[in-house]
């Protein structure tokens, strides 16, 4: 299982890139796409060329070992059938189409919208790690929701 640090990494190095729809590239992607990324690098398989939307995504996760509801100190994924967003084992929350393209924060997980949510369990020493910091998103236009 993959460092939270790792996860980390992965989301500052796309951060600001542009909401593509279908994407699936580091040149931008959208909300299901980044959320197949980070639920790729967790799970040890290639980031790109393995994505899901969201209207397939309970399939794909479960096939990445993602169990139903929400835990602390886990990888969440929330969505319905338009938007989907990630919320890191510390709490930290990723989009891509909340106001832009890939970034740091907008609502996460747990925003009300969602009627679905999975999580993958993280080993507390992976969690526990010294993070970067987060690098600040250049600022976007408005963003679309797929």
Do not use: K
Not at 7 to 29: E, K, M
Not at 57 to 62: G, K
Not at 117 to 141: N, R, S
């Amino acid at each position: 299982m993959i460092a939270l640090a790792t996860l980390l990494t992965l989301i500052n190095q796309v951060s600001g890139t542009p909401y593509i729809v279908g994407g699936d590239s580091p040149a931008g992607t959208d909300c299901s796409g980044l959320a197949s990324w980070v639920s790729n690098a967790a799970t040890d398989r290639p980031i790109f060329g393995d994505r899901f939307n969201t209207g397939n995504e309970e399939a794909a996760l479960a096939a990445r070992g993602f169990q139903h509801g929400t835990a602390p100190n886990a990888l969440v994924i929330g969505w319905n059938g338009r938007h989907t967003a990630v919320t890191l084992p510390d709490g930290t929350s990723v989009s891509s189409g909340e106001g832009g393209g890939v970034r740091v924060g907008g609502g996460g997980a747990y925003q009300a919208q969602f009627t679905h949510h999975m999580y993958l369990p993280m080993d507390e020493d992976m969690v526990d790690v010294d993070l970067p910091a987060p690098e600040d998103p250049p600022a976007q236009g408005s963003g679309v929701v797929d």
